[in-house]
């Protein structure tokens, strides 16, 4: 596969993992941008055996962690205000796309970040647990049990919407 091909690929899936594990939309595009900019620098030494999708995975990774040490994070709030009134938004009605949306976004955050990894990694990229445990540096076993406890986490603290699996 060309890069071109693995980018269309892998870039999509890349991109939703690094907005569901904290980066904003735009944000998680530049670094997916710098990853593939790096794999295609190195495209001579690649073997085309599918070892591009961890490799991207694993440069995005780095590249956010470099990011965020050295020009710090994002801060979200919980309000927006309005800024011409200056007023506090009404809270949505709980079958609102946005409100269901936030609950999703603040169930996802309110997970330690190893379960959120794990999970974000098997359900939004669809890797499976082998290629996850080696991106993290775990047992397979281990990344079983961690997708087992953030499933039953959210589970929990989305109770009150009777979501059922």
């Not at 690649?46 to 470099?66: E, F, H, P, Q």
């Not at 994070?73 to 927006?80: K, M, P």
């Amino acid at each position: 596969m060309t890069i071109e091909e693995h980018y269309k690929a892998i870039a999509p899936k890349l991109t939703n993992w690094l907005v569901s594990t904290g980066s904003s939309y735009h944000e998680a595009c530049d670094l997916v941008q710098n990853a593939f900019l790096k794999i295609w620098k190195m495209k001579d030494d690649l073997r085309d055996d599918g070892s591009v999708s961890g490799l991207a995975y694993t440069i995005a990774r780095n590249l956010r962690k470099n990011m965020w040490r050295d020009g710090g994070r994002e801060t979200l709030v919980d309000e927006i205000k309005d800024a011409d009134a200056g007023s506090v938004a009404p809270a949505p009605s709980p079958s609102d796309a946005d409100y269901l949306r936030k609950r999703l976004a603040d169930a996802f955050a309110a997970l330690p970040p190893v379960l959120r990894e794990a999970y974000t990694l098997f359900q939004v990229s669809e890797l499976p647990v082998k290629e996850i445990a080696r991106q993290t540096g775990v047992t397979e076993n281990l990344v079983k049990v961690r997708l087992f406890r953030a499933k039953q986490k959210l589970r929990e603290i989305l109770a009150d919407l009777n979501v059922t699996d």
